[in-house]
């Protein structure tokens, strides 16, 4: 046998060796945190998911997004046939559009109830376009001059229109302004009419506005103790397969670095941390 020959067998186990142990922190780098989460909280959590990727490298942060009345009937399937969403893996965290359907979930004892954490609250805010050089600076100003016209979105089929109305009423502005409300399908065509010159002012969720900052102007926030802002929340799913890693993930979206990059996106601090 030659020298050459003689070499190849253990060089060839060195390698395969090799190879393992790289397969092996491949995989271990690649340990999944699975969160569900609502399309309307999508850029907060991909940037809450990226956040904790950075601190915590062995880490990747999967995020499947469901709405509603089907994520309900997915947790209730994982609940009653198993440990698996629709075949990719077990689901950490979940991350609605409300903390109403965690009130529900937890009802129904598919999340635990004391992993809960409230991440964000969704301010409302009067919005001018970026141009504009003189504004109001509130919506009670812009209430006093009957020059304003003030475009909300519809208060018979959206949240932002309901949420608007309330606090109009509430502050004892709706008879100022009722003549002047221009009304819009949502919150896309709240902006629409603003830009395109319909409205003088416009109230949409600071989400909303924080998507449109190269064109609009964020004026004042109006929702306060008479309309509570809405508060956005993630929870342990019951059959988590790793509460260690969930909680570390839970407790680092509280962390002053998180809530400044929420901050951007036009979230407010949710109830029990600091603004």
Same mark, same amino acid.
């Given at each position: *046998?030659?020298?050459?020959?003689?070499?190849?067998?253990?060089?060839?186990?060195?390698?395969?060796?090799?190879?393992?142990?790289?397969?092996?922190?491949?995989?271990?780098?690649?340990?999944?945190? +699975?969160?569900?989460?609502?399309?309307?909280?999508?850029?907060?959590?991909?940037?809450?998911?990226?956040?904790?990727?950075?601190?915590? !490298?062995?880490?990747?942060?999967?995020?499947?997004?469901?709405?509603?009345?089907?994520?309900?009937?997915?947790?209730?399937?994982?609940?009653?046939?198993?440990?698996?969403? +629709?075949?990719?893996? !077990? +689901?950490?965290?979940?991350? !609605?559009?409300?903390?109403?359907?965690?009130?529900?979930?937890?009802?129904?004892?598919?999340?635990?109830?004391?992993?809960?954490?409230?991440?964000?609250?969704?301010?409302?805010?009067?919005?001018?376009?970026?141009?504009?050089?003189?504004?109001p600076p509130s919506l009670e100003a812009a209430a006093r001059d009957a020059r304003v016209r003030i475009a909300i979105a519809d208060p018979v089929l959206t949240e932002l229109g309901r949420t608007t109305i309330h606090v109009l009423d509430s502050n004892?502005? *709706?008879?100022?302004?009722?003549?002047?409300?221009?009304?819009?399908?949502?919150?896309?065509?709240?902006?629409?009419?603003?830009?395109?010159?319909?409205?003088?002012?416009?109230?949409?969720?600071?989400?909303?506005?924080?998507?449109?900052?190269?064109?609009?102007?964020?004026?004042?926030?109006?929702?306060?103790?008479?309309?509570?802002?809405?508060?956005?929340?993630?929870? *342990?799913?019951?059959?988590?397969?790793?509460?260690?890693?969930?909680?570390?993930?839970?407790?680092?979206?509280?962390?002053?670095?998180?809530?400044?990059?929420?901050?951007?996106?036009?979230?407010?601090?949710?109830?029990?941390?600091?603004?």
């Amino acid at each position: *046998m030659s020298s050459s020959s003689r070499c190849r067998g253990p060089v060839a186990l060195v390698v395969a060796v090799c190879c393992l142990v790289m397969w092996g922190a491949v995989a271990q780098a690649e340990e999944p945190l +699975i969160i569900v989460a609502s399309p309307s909280v999508a850029a907060a959590v991909e940037a809450l998911s990226r956040d904790f990727e950075v601190t915590h !490298p062995g880490v990747r942060v999967r995020i499947a997004y469901d709405t509603g009345l089907s994520l309900r009937q997915t947790i209730a399937t994982v609940e009653n046939r198993g440990r698996y969403f +629709i075949g990719s893996g !077990p +689901i950490h965290l979940l991350a !609605p559009g409300g903390d109403e359907l965690i009130d529900r979930l937890r009802h129904r004892q598919y999340v635990l109830a004391d992993a809960r954490v409230s991440y964000a609250s969704v301010p409302l805010v009067l919005v001018v376009p970026e141009s504009l050089v003189e504004a109001p600076p509130s919506l009670e100003a812009a209430a006093r001059d009957a020059r304003v016209r003030i475009a909300i979105a519809d208060p018979v089929l959206t949240e932002l229109g309901r949420t608007t109305i309330h606090v109009l009423d509430s502050n004892g502005l *709706m008879q100022a302004v009722r003549e002047r409300l221009d009304i819009a399908a949502d919150g896309a065509g709240v902006l629409d009419h603003l830009l395109n010159g319909q409205a003088d002012v416009a109230v949409v969720f600071g989400p909303d506005a924080a998507r449109e900052r190269d064109r609009i102007r964020v004026v004042a926030v109006v929702s306060g103790d008479s309309s509570p802002a809405k508060v956005h929340s993630m929870v *342990m799913e019951r059959s988590c397969p790793n509460r260690a890693l969930c909680a570390e993930f839970l407790a680092s979206i509280r962390r002053p670095a998180a809530q400044a990059l929420l901050r951007t996106l036009g979230y407010g601090v949710p109830p029990g941390v600091r603004d």
